[in-house]
Structure formats: structure tokens, C-alpha cells
């Protein structure tokens, strides 16, 4: 019996007009979040992780951006066609999200509990004084002692993982049924961070919703998510279930990565790397993004970009390898001289 | 808060002996014997010398710097040449207009100037926000005086809606407060739409567009109290031009105030109602500044933890 | 004579340094180029200046020449900006002003400028007492609002042109020593700079040739913006008869004597306050263009 789905990604594109060209840094992602679920996705710097979660919410600095295609679906509401006014009552409502940088991503003048409750009064209707209550109230089960004492100040009071705390306090003060973690740990001390993860997970418990989690480091992955998808160059190249994703990455990209991960248990003399660097969003290549820089790559892995394939009932990978057309191909290579 | 206050009032006392070192220096540099001029025409040796003495001119130049100290401090600031009248009197009379223009001016400074500001930033590079700038930075190259006659002469002249010159009602308060505020309401636009971008630019108001918050909520509520950090010690720091512009403003409206009073001294060569009136515009000044140092703490609590 | 292989080293290296420098200077000028804003004041500024060359060529009239029976005429083709209240022709009398302004102002900034950055080095790079009796008569001297620090030094000096140069001077003084000393503290502080003192460099050195040319992008910026600023203070002060007398073709002047005809002759008074205006414009844009085209955090 499977989960109710709750949000779901179309072939999300978000393309970044300038004068040095186009960057397509969200290239045709897909994905779908059920109620309850972690989904991770997991990447490296500029892989577009971070502008696909911005996208979600159209947050996206609009200028140089642009979501030039695809749907993010919200329990069958389409948010990119959304008016601004609609998807407004959405945000931090129904879909909330918290950011990176704690320290900054605070208004420096404003009590936090005043954050927290101006959210409570537009979205729930509550008076000041409700909301106000409600708002130390959250700041306690985020798990930070004298809340009615520290609701009243201010950011720069509080240390940065006090900070991030808050941060969810925010986000979580509407019971959202979706809640966007861009990297939420990630300037954060690793202590500190084992504790926000707690947190996270314990509130998901309670509240029943379903967290896309954004984040390069794969030890977080392995402890928050149930699924996982990998990001590489706007796309995701794989996708499957946290715990098989460890014992059996199935695209080169995501072998590469796990592999490159320091093992306590075997003896290595170097770290494994991917060799080369990752393409331009500016000037993505023909065929396979990944195929510069990977050890099986053929012919037909310069030449046509693959498709996301289901790979068995509960993956999906972006590769040539896994589908029918490889065999021909290798069947090439022998017969040729 | 109170420490900060008491400490900054013990920092300024040098700064104030400075200022009081300064205007008696400058004072004895102006050619002329006082008691010349006081004596008038036709005076008599024995006469000028009796004067000297009365006024300490003979007494080494320290002495006469501390007896002058003591004298200020005690609200006395010598007696005019021109007529012998204490100088006190005379700038008692004059502080209280110069300092209604310098109110009035102050309020459209800071009204007009945030409100341009705040328009421009909202819509950066738009059409209001380039002609906001374009306005404000013809409004900073204008010579005060110039403006002041040009609106002079559209308003009272041409159009005769409002007194040319003078103080004796509240229309005769408008085009000068509007001539001396033109230039500090530009400055404080920029600023303030300098102040507004970069604020806009940061994480905060992201995280306060992600909760939903409504656009003008995010403006004034979230953007604006940190962006008008800055502008508040501008302001401070206009108050001072503002103070020195009164010279030029007071002289075309013909106002009678304390930097008309300076002016016409200078002319005359009235040297105690010049050094009286420096000496008070410029103590007005540096307790605006404390002032604004206090209001700047309070905007910004962060400073009391470095 | 043979030429080893160290000198050939050194000529190499000086021949290097020259290149980078003049390639420093090239970057210097293409970003002020670019930027529009420096550029229009930049023009607007050439203009004033080919006007001070130009002046007894292009004025009609004798600016001091008296023709009674001339006088307050309103703009036309025989004057094309009136006659004064003597008969004089505007026109070349606002010609020939311009030396006066133009003058003024970059003697006032350059007096200004030398005792300001000469105190500022001093302040920042010794820092201490030194430093600290800098700051305080800094603060004495800004502690005057406006032109009251200018206008107590006329009172004391006597009204004339020169007077006011030297008024004005003093008072930019602060400014400059201000933006100096901030700027000489940073510097100071980079490890390039205990670098060379270990390499035996002594203070002067040190001073001049190390931290004098990496802090002079704001004090260019700020020398343009006081130039404007001082232009106005100046024709303040020549307005209110503390400056030029007369018959000076002083711009500030004029405008004075412009102020008594205002009911009858009105261009007297708006020609001479629109060329200081379109002057100080173009130093605000060009200090404007300077400073964004300058510094590295520019958005644009």
C-alpha cells in the first residue's frame, strides 16, 4: 500500500537568461514526494539542487531566472501557473522551507518570536496573543530551554544552531505537509548538526509531513532519507531507496561518489576520485553529461542523451548501460577491427 | 545605554574645548583693536587705553583664553561692538528662529528623502526610480542660495502665492525650509536607496518571502528598519551642513537669524558676535550628534556586545 | 664591456614592473570609460575647463566694461544672456568667471588634499597618541557645522578670493584625513606590508610608495565630490559678499548682485547659478562613476 503522494515534480526546467548565454541550471527533473517520506537529493555544488527547491516555491530571483517549463504539483495544484497571490497563502503554510546559512537568513532586528508569529497570524488567523503563545510553544519543542525568555530576542542572541532551530520552529509553526531543506546542516558544527536531524526527524513523526532534503553530504542521506535522488549537471541521474543506493549505485556518477567515501573497514592508499569536472550549464554537451568523465562511456553515450529508465520497481536511472541498446553497442566494439 | 551616554559626554568635552580654543584663536588673528572700533571715531588715547583694560586686552594671550572659557561657561559671551549689548541676548533672541528652520528643514529632509528613496528602491531601474536619482542628483549640485531665489522668484514674484521674505508667518516658514531641505532630502534618497538594495539582496528577506509574507509587509517591515540604520547617521551628519546653510538661506530670505547675525558680524567686524555665534551653532551641533549617536545605539543593540 | 646575466635579470624585472603598471593604468581608465556616468562629468568637467583657456576668445565684450545706457536688457542676440545692472555683458562675464570658480576649486581641494593626506598617513599608519591627537583636532574641525568653520576663518583673514581659497581648504581638510586614515589602517594591516619592513624598508618608504598608491582610488573619488562641494561652498561665500568683490566676474558674485534685480531682471541671477550648477553636477557624476566604476563590490 503506498503513501499518499503529495507533491510531485514534472520535468521541472529553470533556465537563467544573462548576456554570457542561457544556463539551464534545473534541466527536466522529475520526482514525486509522498506523505510521511524524506526525499533526499543529493549532488554537488551548482548541480542545480538548490535551484530546483527555489523552484518549488518560485522563489527564484526573477530577473536573470525563469521556470520555463514543467509543473510542481501540490496535491493536483499546479504552483507554476499558480497567480502570486494563491501561491503566497502556500508558502510557509503548506510548504515551508529553511536555508543554509542561519546566521543570515534571520532579520537581524526582529525578535524571534515575532518571526515565528507573524507567520502564525497571516496564515492561521490567530491573534497576536495566540499566536504569540503558539510561537513559544514551537520554540520549546524545538528543544531550546526558557522559550518565553528567548522568543523575545534577537537573532544575534542565540548561537547558530539555536538559530537553525528557530528556523524550523518557523517553518513548522503551520504544520506544513511539505517542508524544503536546502542544506539545512551544513554550516552548522557536526554535533550540532546530529541534533538538528533529531529534531527533524522527531517533528516529521508528529506532524506527518513529507521532507525533500537537500544536501552534498552523503552521511546525512544514509541517516535522514528514505529515497534518494542524484543530481548531476540539472538532471537527475538516479533515483532509488536510501538504504539499496549504499550497497548498489547503479549510475557511474553515483559509484564515483560512494566510492570516493573513505571506508573505516577496508585499507585504502588513496582516495578514489572522478576524474574531470563538471560541464558548464552555459554549454551542456549533446549526449550524456556525465560521459566525459566516465569510465564505461561508448559511442552512444556522446552522441544521445539518455533517458530517466525505470530500472526495477523501485529505481530509476539516467544511463546507457541499463538499457537495450547497450548490448548493440558493445556488440560494435567486437565486430569492428 | 546610561554608561554609553556618560561616556560619550566625557569624550566630547575636549571636543567642545576644541571648538572654544578655535573661535578665540581665529578672533585674535582678525586685524583691527577692539577697543578701537568700540571707542569709535575721535577717541581719545587715554580712552582706548581704559577700554583695553577694562576688556583684559593686555592680559597674556592664556589668560585671556581662560577668563574667556570662564565667561562662556557662564553664559557670557562679551557684548557687541556695535552696540554694547551683551552678546547672549542677541543670539537668545535670534536661536529660537534658526532653530524652527532648522526643523522644518530637517522634517522635509528626512520625509521627502525617505519616501523618494523608498520609491526607487522598490522598482529598481524603472522608470520612477532613474528619474527619483536623476531629480536627487540635480538636487545635490544646486547652490542652496540659487534655489533659494529661483523659487523666490517663481512662487512670491511670479505666481505671488507665498511672502518673499521675512518670519512672521507660517507661509514665510515654506520656501526656505524647502530651499534648505532640497539638498539633505536628496542625499537621504540615495542613501537610503543604496541602503534599501542591499538590504533587499539578503537571506532574511528570502526566508521572509518563503513564509508568504505580503510585499509591503517584507518592505516596511522586514527590509526598511534594517535599511534606515544607515540613513539615520546621514541624517545626523546633514543636520550640520543644514546649520551651516542657514547662512546662505537666512541672507535671501532675509530671516533673522543667528547665521544672518554671523554674516552680517563678519561685515561689520563685530568680532564677539561672530565668535558668540559660531561658538553656540557649533555646541547645537555636536549635541545633535550625540544625539544621533544614542539613536543609532538604540536602532542597533548589536553594538552594545563588540 | 660584457653584460652578465644579473644586470640582464634586473632590466627584466624593471621592464616587467613597467609593464604591469602601465597595464594598471589602462584597466584604470577602461573601467572609468565604461561607466556613463563618469564619463558625462567627465565631458561636462573638460568643457568647463576649455572654457577657462578659451574665455578671451570667445567672450563678445569685455566683462568689466560699463555701458550705462546698456543695462538691464533682457536676453537677446546682441547678448545672449542680458546685460547686468551696469550695463555689462553676462555672457562673458560668465566666461570669464569660470577661472574664477574652476580656480578656487581645485586650489581649495588641492590645499585640502595635501595637508589632509599628509595627517591621515601620519594618523593611520603611527596610530597611538599620534594617531590619537590627529583625531581629536579632526573632530574639532568637524565639530563646526557647514561653512562656519570657512566663514569664521574669512572673518578673521578679510573678504577676498584668495581668503575664501584658503577657508575652503581648511575645511576639507578633515575630510580628507578622515577617508585617509580609514583607508591607511586597512592597508597597514596586510601581510604584504610586514613583508617589506622585514625586508629593511623604512617608514617613508614605506608610507609613499607602498600605502600612498593602493589607497588612491577613494581619495580620487572623494577629491571629486569635494570639488563639487567646494565650488558651492566658495560661491556661497563670494554670495555673501565674503569672497570675489566686486567687479569680479565671479559666479557667486554675480549672483548676489543678481539678487537685487530679481523682480526686474531675473536672468542676472539664473545664468550665473546654472553654470555653477551644471559645473558642480558634472564632479558629482564623475565622483559618482569614479567610485562605482572603483569599487570592487559594484553590482551594476
Known amino acids: 500500500m503506498e503513501k499518499e503522494v503529495v507533491l510531485e515534480v514534472k520535468n521541472l526546467k529553470t533556465h537563467f537568461i544573462s548576456n554570457k548565454g542561457t544556463a539551464k541550471a534545473v534541466d527536466g527533473i522529475d520526482f514525486v514526494l509522498r506523505k510521511g517520506e524524506t526525499l533526499g537529493i543529493v549532488g554537488e555544488s551548482g548541480c542545480g539542487k538548490s535551484m530546483t527547491s527555489l523552484s518549488i516555491l518560485r522563489l527564484i530571483p526573477s530577473p536573470p531566472g525563469k521556470i520555463v517549463d514543467g509543473q510542481v504539483l501540490l496535491k493536483g495544484q499546479d504552483l507554476v501557473k499558480m497567480s502570486d497571490e494563491e501561491l503566497r497563502k502556500i508558502r510557509g503554510n503548506r510548504i515551508s522551507m529553511i536555508f543554509q546559512e542561519p546566521m543570515t537568513s534571520l532579520n537581524p532586528v526582529i525578535p524571534v518570536g515575532e518571526q515565528i508569529a507573524e507567520a502564525l497570524r497571516l496564515h492561521q488567523g490567530l491573534s497576536k496573543k495566540q499566536a504569540w503563545d503558539r510561537s513559544v510553544e514551537m520554540i520549546g519543542l524545538v528543544g531550546i530551554p526558557s522559550p518565553e525568555k528567548r522568543a523575545k530576542q534577537e537573532p544575534f542572541q542565540l548561537s547558530g544552531g539555536m538559530r537553525q532551530r528557530i528556523m524550523i520552529a518557523m517553518a513548522l509553526a503551520c504544520t506544513p505537509e511539505v517542508l524544503i531543506a536546502d542544506e539545512p546542516t551544513t554550516a552548522l558544527d557536526v554535533t550540532i548538526q546530529a541534533q538538528i536531524l533529531e529534531i527533524m526527524k522527531d517533528l516529521q513523526k508528529k506532524i506527518g509531513m513529507g521532507i525533500i532534503f537537500i544536501t552534498h553530504d552523503l552521511g546525512v542521506v544514509a541517516e535522514m532519507c528514505d529515497q534518494v535522488g542524484v543530481m548531476y549537471a540539472g538532471q537527475i541521474v538516479e533515483h532509488q531507496e536510501a538504504k539499496n543506493l549504499f550497497n548498489n549505485p547503479l549510475h557511474p556518477y553515483t559509484q564515483g561518489l560512494i566510492g570516493s567515501l573513505p571506508k573505516l573497514y577496508e585499507d585504502q592508499e588513496e582516495l578514489q576520485i572522478i576524474e574531470g569536472t563538471v560541464p558548464s550549464p552555459y554549454d551542456y554537451p549533446e549526449g550524456c553529461r556525465f560521459a566525459e568523465r566516465c569510465p564505461f562511456a561508448q559511442d552512444i553515450c556522446i552522441q544521445k542523451q539518455p533517458n530517466l529508465i525505470q530500472f526495477d520497481e523501485n529505481s530509476k536511472v539516467r544511463c546507457w548501460k541499463y538499457s537495450d541498446e547497450w548490448q548493440d553497442s558493445l556488440a560494435k566494439e567486437v565486430v569492428a577491427p | 545605554m546610561f554608561l554609553f551616554i556618560l561616556k560619550r559626554l566625557v569624550q566630547i568635552v575636549p571636543v567642545i574645548l576644541g571648538v572654544t580654543l578655535v573661535v578665540f584663536l581665529i578672533m585674535q588673528m582678525v586685524p583691527g583693536d577692539p577697543a578701537v572700533i568700540m571707542a569709535g571715531e575721535g577717541a581719545s588715547k587715554e580712552t582706548i587705553n581704559e577700554l583695553r583694560e577694562d576688556l583684559g586686552l593686555n592680559r597674556p594671550l592664556h589668560e585671556q583664553y581662560l577668563s574667556y572659557i570662564g565667561n562662556v561657561f557662564q553664559g557670557d559671551l562679551g557684548n557687541s561692538l556695535k552696540n554694547n549689548q551683551p552678546v547672549m541676548d542677541e543670539i537668545m533672541v535670534r536661536l529660537p528662529i ?209 | 664591456m660584457t653584460i652578465n646575466s644579473a644586470e640582464v635579470e634586473s632590466v627584466n624585472l624593471i621592464l616587467a614592473r613597467k609593464k604591469l603598471r602601465r597595464e594598471k593604468w589602462k584597466t584604470f581608465f577602461s573601467s572609468i570609460g565604461k561607466n556613463k556616468a563618469a564619463v558625462v562629468g567627465g565631458v561636462i568637467i573638460l568643457l568647463y575647463i576649455s572654457l577657462t583657456f578659451l574665455a578671451p576668445i570667445l567672450a563678445p565684450y569685455d566683462p568689466y566694461e560699463i555701458n550705462l545706457q546698456d543695462k538691464l536688457q533682457s536676453p537677446s542676440l546682441a547678448h545672449w544672456m542680458g546685460t547686468d545692472d551696469k550695463g555689462r555683458d553676462i555672457l562673458s562675464r560668465i566666461l570669464y568667471g569660470s577661472r574664477l570658480s574652476l580656480g578656487v576649486g581645485f586650489s581649495s581641494v588641492a590645499f585640502g588634499a595635501f595637508f589632509g593626506i599628509v595627517l591621515g598617513l601620519i594618523a593611520g599608519y603611527y596610530g597611538k597618541w599620534v594617531d590619537t591627537i590627529i583625531s581629536r583636532c579632526l573632530d574639532v574641525m568637524l565639530a563646526f557645522p557647514g561653512i562656519l568653520l570657512a566663514l569664521a576663518i574669512i572673518s578673521a583673514l578679510g573678504p577676498s578670493l584668495i581668503n575664501v581659497t584658503i577657508a575652503v581648504g581648511v575645511f576639507s581638510i578633515p575630510l580628507f584625513a578622515r577617508i585617509v586614515r580609514g583607508s591607511t589602517m586597512e592597508v597597514k594591516k596586510l601581510e604584504y606590508i610586514d613583508a617589506i619592513r622585514t625586508l629593511g624598508a623604512n617608514d617613508f618608504i614605506i608610507i609613499f610608495r607602498h600605502i600612498l598608491p593602493n589607497i588612491l582610488s577613494p581619495i580620487i573619488v572623494q577629491g571629486s565630490l569635494r570639488l563639487a562641494t567646494a565650488i558651492l561652498s566658495a560661491a556661497g561665500l563670494s554670495f555673501l559678499g565674503l569672497g570675489a568683490q566686486p567687479p569680479s566676474p565671479e559666479w557667486g558674485a554675480m549672483l548676489s548682485s543678481g539678487r537685487d534685480f530679481i523682480f526686474s531682471a531675473p536672468y542676472m541671477a539664473i545664468f550665473p547659478g546654472l553654470m555653477i550648477a551644471i559645473l558642480v553636477l558634472g564632479f558629482n557624476l564623475f565622483g559618482d562613476g569614479l567610485r562605482d566604476a572603483l569599487d570592487p563590490r559594484s553590482k551594476k
Open chain 2, 98 to 306: 534658526t532653530m524652527e528652520l532648522a526643523f522644518f528643514s530637517i522634517m522635509i529632509t528626512i520625509v521627502l528623502g525617505l519616501i523618494a528613496g523608498i520609491i526607487s528602491a522598490v522598482r529598481p531601474y524603472s522608470f520612477s526610480d532613474i528619474s527619483v536619482m536623476v531629480v536627487a542628483l540635480i538636487g545635490i549640485s544646486l547652490p542652496s542660495f540659487w534655489l533659494g531665489l529661483l523659487l523666490m522668484y517663481v512662487f512670491s514674484v511670479k505666481l505671488q502665492w507665498l511672502p518673499v521674505a521675512g518670519w512672521d508667518s507660517t507661509a514665510h516658514i515654506i520656501l526656505p525650509a524647502i530651499t534648505l531641505g532640497a539638498g539633505g532630502a536628496a542625499i537621504v534618497a540615495r542613501m537610503t536607496r543604496s541602503s534599501m538594495l542591499e538590504v533587499v539582496g539578503q537571506d532574511y528577506i528570502r526566508t521572509a518571502k518563503a513564509k508568504g509574507l505580503k510585499g509591503h509587509v517584507i518592505i516596511y517591515k522586514h527590509a526598511l528598519r534594517n535599511a534606515l540604520i544607515p540613513v539615520i547617521t546621514v541624517v545626523g551628519l546633514q543636520f550640520g551642513s543644514l546649520l551651516g546653510g542657514t547662512v546662505l538661506v537666512e541672507s535671501v530670505f532675509a530671516i533673522n537669524g543667528i547665521g544672518r547675525m554671523i554674516v552680517d558680524s563678519i561685515r561689520t567686524r563685530d568680532i564677539p558676535m561672530v565668535q558668540g555665534g559660531v561658538l553656540v551653532a557649533s555646541l547645537v551641533f555636536v549635541f545633535v550628534n550625540l544625539l544621533v549617536d544614542v539613536m543609532y545605539r538604540v536602532f542597533n543593540k548589536r553594538i552594545d556586545l563588540n
